[in-house]
């Protein structure tokens, strides 16, 4: 496989599940993201790791959890999450953090909370 | 405050004309802009990029024009082809937050044959 793998494509969970959103890239980066996409709002950033450390937390809710075991690898774990999370979450991939890195992005999960 | 606008939702546009995306910022401070499409069911996709520093860049049938004085950006497509319907986001960055991309909210062209 290339590029940016997200896991699940789709997941529906009640507001008292726990679940996991799953990356991977193949490119060999060295910085990790996840993103969010509500409908009709630009992206928000929410995480971003480079060479496994976490270097930005968003003022994201702690019912999102990010780890990152190595630079391949990145999880969003999810818990008592709530209706307005409801959203497209995309994970990305750059070779360094930088500011004029391209973002190679993975296809998203779309996430949807009852 | 949203600093990085793309005002039209939509955009329709004959098969071989020109397409012109729109961005306005109010930030002057930007360093870099870029351009991403997006597909449904895909993640956004790299398309072109602009130093501040620049007025232009080209890369084949797309070019980034950008106009510090009117702080506007315009994303050019000659000739436009069906394959180019998709969402385009514009983002914009600084030198100094090496990860921070601040977004416009994407306009959706589509292309007639």
């Known amino acids: 496989e290339t590029g940016v793998t997200q896991t699940p494509r789709h997941l529906v969970m009640g507001m008292t599940n726990k679940k996991s959103l799953k990356c991977e890239q193949h490119?060999?980066?060295?910085?990790m993201y996840w993103y969010k996409q509500s409908a009709k709002k630009p992206l928000e950033l929410m995480f971003v790791?480079?060479?496994?450390?976490?270097?930005e937390n968003n003022s994201v809710p702690s019912r999102f959890s990010p780890e990152c075991p190595n630079s391949s690898h990145l999880f969003l774990h999810l818990h008592t999450l709530q209706p307005e999370d409801s959203a497209l979450y995309l994970c990305?991939?750059?070779?360094?953090?930088?500011?004029?890195?391209?973002?190679?992005f993975g296809n998203g999960t779309r996430l949807t909370v009852t | 405050d949203q600093q990085v606008k793309q005002n039209s939702p939509s955009l329709s546009v004959q098969e071989g004309r020109i397409s012109i995306l729109n961005c306005d910022y109010t930030n002057s401070m930007f360093d870099y802009f870029l351009w991403y499409k997006k597909y449904p069911a895909e993640g956004p996709t790299f398309l072109i990029s602009i130093s501040s520093i620049k007025d232009k860049n080209e890369d084949g049938r797309f070019t980034v024009f950008l106009n510090k004085s009117a702080k506007h950006l315009s994303l050019h497509i000659v000739p436009s082809q069906p394959g180019d319907s998709a969402v385009y986001f514009c983002a914009a960055s600084f030198k100094d937050s090496n990860y921070q991309l601040i977004w416009g909210a994407g306009t959706k062209l589509i292309i007639k044959p």
């Open positions: 790791y480079s060479l496994e450390e976490r270097v």
């Open positions: 490119l060999g980066h060295n910085a």
């Open positions: 990305a991939s750059s070779p360094h953090v930088n500011y004029n890195s391209p973002l190679h």
